[in-house]
């Protein structure tokens, strides 16, 4: 095939801004800052076993989690990334306890913030297991020229401009959506690009894998047991039992049932009240896309992209995927839980 066939990332970027009559150009110039950006830590990741970086720096991060490297690594990228970009006014990240905020004049004078999670799952990678970057990006509420405040960074999911993640498994692959549908670049080595491959993926309504850490089965909810023991019951007619499917990386975990069809649940706990993962750098871009592709995401009542955020850590039960999946669990949750729960932040 002629090279001419291949559509780029930043030529996909370009053509989209195209469409959009009153577009500007910032949003676009924000996507190939985060392209680029996602290039050198792929770099620094398929180096990872070969180099002194794959380790720990022996600091704690504010989630109390040991923090490695490759998380540092990454953290700095972006940031330096999206500060260079000079459309953003500043960044939240898992990495940081605060939002960092850009108080230079191309930086105050950033319309987006982005919110992220710049390595998630990093604990996979001393076991050479795929790890992702996810990100988010919002309007600024707050006026431009201003530095960011807080108020930017604490907005519903449903106000994203844009979300997408990177997954740096087998090959590298960027996914993102900008509200028109969701569209997957391969990175192709050679060429040092992200192509287009997969062009406006969709889910499907119903998939035969689930996705959960079930050796956490003891502590859940009853609706989500009862859901379980129906995702392993026999029947052919729904072509049960389901297969189940867990990495332990979200991103790769979501990545595989966006295009095979499938739940990944991770509900609260016991002893995880509001569940892992986090609402605003996690759950909102991950249920953007998955909307997007035809799918859906709750907290097991509510949709994500309509729960407005209290903290920038805020942690949420998750339930994404295939569309008659998710509301099947949700359904059971209601069934055996009641209308009844508290949002712990
Ligand atoms: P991290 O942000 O500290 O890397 O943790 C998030 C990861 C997700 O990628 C994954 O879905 C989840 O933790 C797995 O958690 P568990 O090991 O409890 O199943
Ligand atoms: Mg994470």
């Known amino acids: 095939m002629s090279s001419y066939n291949i559509t780029t990332l930043n030529d996909f970027i370009i053509q989209r801004q195209k469409e959009f009559t009153y577009a500007r150009g910032e949003l676009s110039t924000l996507l190939h800052h985060i392209g680029t950006a996602a290039k050198m830590v792929n770099t620094k990741i398929r180096r990872a076993g070969l180099v002194e970086i794959l380790g720990r720096t022996g600091s704690v991060n504010i989630q109390g989690e040991t923090q490695q490297k490759l998380d540092v690594y990454a953290d700095?990228?972006?940031?330096?990334?999206?500060?260079?970009?000079?459309?953003?006014?500043?960044?939240?990240?898992?990495?940081?306890?605060?939002?960092?905020?850009?108080?230079d004049a191309f930086g105050r004078d950033g319309k987006y913030v982005v919110c992220m999670d710049p390595l998630d799952g990093s604990s996979n990678i001393d076991v050479n297991v795929s790890v992702?970057?996810?990100?988010?990006?919002?309007?600024?509420?707050?006026?431009?020229?201003?530095?960011?405040?807080?108020e930017d960074f604490l907005q519903p999911g449903s106000r994203q401009v844009a979300a997408g993640y990177v997954i740096y498994g087998s090959s590298t692959m960027l996914v993102y959506t900008t509200g028109c549908g969701v569209n997957g670049f391969t990175l192709d080595p050679?060429?040092?690009?992200?192509?287009?491959?997969?062009?406006?993926?969709?889910?499907?309504?119903?998939?035969?894998?689930?996705?959960v850490n079930e050796g956490n089965y003891i502590k859940f909810p009853e609706g989500v047991k009862r859901y379980i023991k129906y995702c392993q019951e026999r029947d052919t007619e729904t072509s049960r039992p389901y297969t189940s499917r867990y990495i332990g990386s979200l991103v790769s975990d979501f990545h595989r049932n966006l295009l095979k069809g499938g739940i990944f649940l991770y509900p609260e706990n016991e002893s995880a009240p509001s569940g892992k993962l986090r609402l605003i750098y996690e759950c909102n871009p991950i249920s953007f896309i998955a909307e997007q592709a035809g799918g859906m995401a709750t907290d097991g009542y509510d949709r994500i992209l309509e729960v407005d955020p209290r903290t920038l850590h805020e942690r949420s039960p998750f339930y994404v995927g295939s569309a008659n999946m998710v509301k099947q669990v949700g359904g059971l949750i209601l069934q055996y839980n009641g209308q009844e729960r508290e949002r712990e932040v």
Request: charged residues 20%; aromatic residues 8%; neutral net charge.
């Open 76 to 103: 700095e990228v972006f940031i330096n990334a999206l500060l260079s970009s000079g459309e953003c006014c500043g960044v939240a990240s898992e990495e940081n306890q605060s939002e960092v905020i850009f108080t």
């Open 132 to 150: 992702g970057s996810i990100f988010s990006i919002y309007r600024r509420v707050t006026p431009r020229g201003q530095k960011a405040a807080k």
């Open 190 to 211: 050679a060429m040092g690009e992200f192509c287009l491959s997969h062009p406006a993926i969709k889910t499907p309504v119903d998939g035969k894998i689930y996705s």
